[in-house]
C-alpha cells in the first residue's frame, strides 16, 4: 500500500508528520529540536550575549528599552570589574580586590540602571571569573559602548598608612609610582594564554614597554580626564574620601578602548583603615553613589553639548 507523507509546522511548537492512505489517516505529533532551532529560533531560550547581563549564579538576562536616537545620548556604559577568578588583584587582611571590585561594579550598575532604564549596562564580568584585559576593551568596543569604567582596589607595598582614591587615564606616567601601579595592574596579562602574541611582544616587567604603550594616542583623551575629574571631586565632596587626584600611567584595559575610559583605584587594601570601609555596605555604597553622580554629571554634560 502506497503512503504519500506531508509535512507542516504547527505554530512553532512542533511539526506534524501526516501519512494518508485510501481509508487510513495517521497523525503524528513530535517536538522536533534541531528543526524547531532552524525553524523558529526565538522559541528557543535567549542566547547571552554581551548585550545583555547574567546575574551571578542565575539564568537571569536583562533587557532594555531602545535608546533615545537623539544625537548626543550617552546609550551605552560598560562597566569591568578588574581581576577576577584565578587572579585576585591585590589584597588586605580580610578581602580579595576581585571580590570589592566586584561588589562596587555591580553597585553602580544599579544606581545607574534604575534611574536611567533606557541605558545599556554592559559588566564585562558579573561573577567570579577571569576576563582577559584584552577582552574588556573588545566588549566595549563590540558594544559601541559611549563610556568604559573599571573600578580596582590600590595596594602600597612600603607603607599600610597610603590611603586615598585616584582615578586613571590612558598616557604617560609621571611618576615611579603610577608607573608601578600601571605594571602591576598590567601583569595580569602573564596569566592569559599567548599574551605574547595577543599583545604583540609587550613585556609587562619592562618599564619602556610601558612608557611606549602609554604614548599611545588616545582620540578621547580630553573626555576621559574630564570624566576623571568628576569623578576625584565627587570622591572629595560626596564621599568625603582623600582624593590623590587623576593620574595618567599606560593601561592596557584602557589601550584598545575607543570611547573615554577610566581606571578607578578606590582606595588601598593594604590600609587597615581603608580595606574595612571598602568591605563595609555603608563604604561602597558611598563609592559606588559617588562614581554615579559624577557619572550623571558628565552625562548631563555631553547630552547638553558641551
Not at 174 to 180: A, G, I, V
Not at 194 to 205: A, E, V
Not at 236 to 244: F, L, V, Y
Request: charged share 20%; proline share 4%.
Amino acid at each position: 500500500m502506497k503512503r504519500f507523507w506531508s509535512l507542516k509546522i504547527i505554530k512553532s511548537t512542533g511539526i506534524q508528520i501526516s501519512a494518508t492512505s485510501p481509508g487510513i489517516v495517521t497523525t503524528v505529533a513530535l517536538l522536533v529540536l534541531p528543526l524547531l532551532a532552524l525553524t523558529t529560533p526565538d522559541v528557543l531560550s535567549p542566547v547571552l550575549t554581551q548585550d545583555t547581563v547574567r546575574r551571578s549564579g542565575t539564568q537571569e538576562t536583562e533587557t532594555t528599552p531602545a535608546a533615545d536616537d537623539a544625537p548626543n545620548q550617552l546609550r551605552t556604559v560598560v562597566l569591568d570589574a578588574g581581576h577576577g577568578g584565578k587572579d585576585p588583584g591585590t589584597h588586605g587582611r580580610y578581602v580579595k580586590e576581585k571580590n570589592i571590585n566586584l561588589d562596587l561594579i555591580l553597585q553602580l550598575g544599579r544606581k545607574i540602571k534604575n534611574k536611567h532604564p533606557n541605558i545599556r549596562v554592559i559588566y564585562t564580568r558579573s561573577s567570579d571569573h577571569f576576563v582577559d584585559l584584552y577582552e574588556r576593551g573588545a566588549i566595549a568596543n563590540r558594544n559601541r559602548a559611549d563610556l568604559f569604567i573599571s573600578i580596582h582596589c590600590n595596594a602600597s607595598p612600603s607603607s599600610s598608612q597610603v590611603n586615598g582614591t585616584e582615578t586613571y587615564t590612558l598616557g604617560l606616567h609621571k611618576t615611579q609610582r603610577n608607573l608601578d601601579v600601571a605594571r602591576r595592574e598590567n601583569a595580569v596579562i602573564l596569566q592569559e594564554k599567548n599574551y605574547q602574541q595577543t599583545y604583540k611582544g609587550f613585556d609587562p616587567n619592562s618599564p619602556l614597554a610601558t612608557i611606549m604603550l602609554a604614548n599611545y594616542q588616545h582620540a578621547f583623551m580630553g573626555s576621559s580626564i574630564n570624566f576623571a575629574e568628576k569623578i576625584e571631586h565627587s570622591f572629595r565632596r560626596d564621599a568625603e574620601r582623600k582624593s590623590n587626584g587623576v593620574k595618567q600611567a599606560g593601561f592596557i584595559v584602557l589601550w584598545k578602548a575607543t570611547m573615554p575610559s577610566v581606571l578607578i583605584e578606590s582606595g588601598y587594601l593594604t590600609n587597615p583603615s581603608e580595606e574595612n570601609y571598602l568591605r563595609s555596605a555603608e563604604g561602597q555604597d558611598e563609592i559606588s553613589s559617588a562614581i554615579y553622580k559624577a557619572f550623571l554629571q558628565y552625562k548631563q554634560e555631553v547630552e547638553a553639548g558641551g
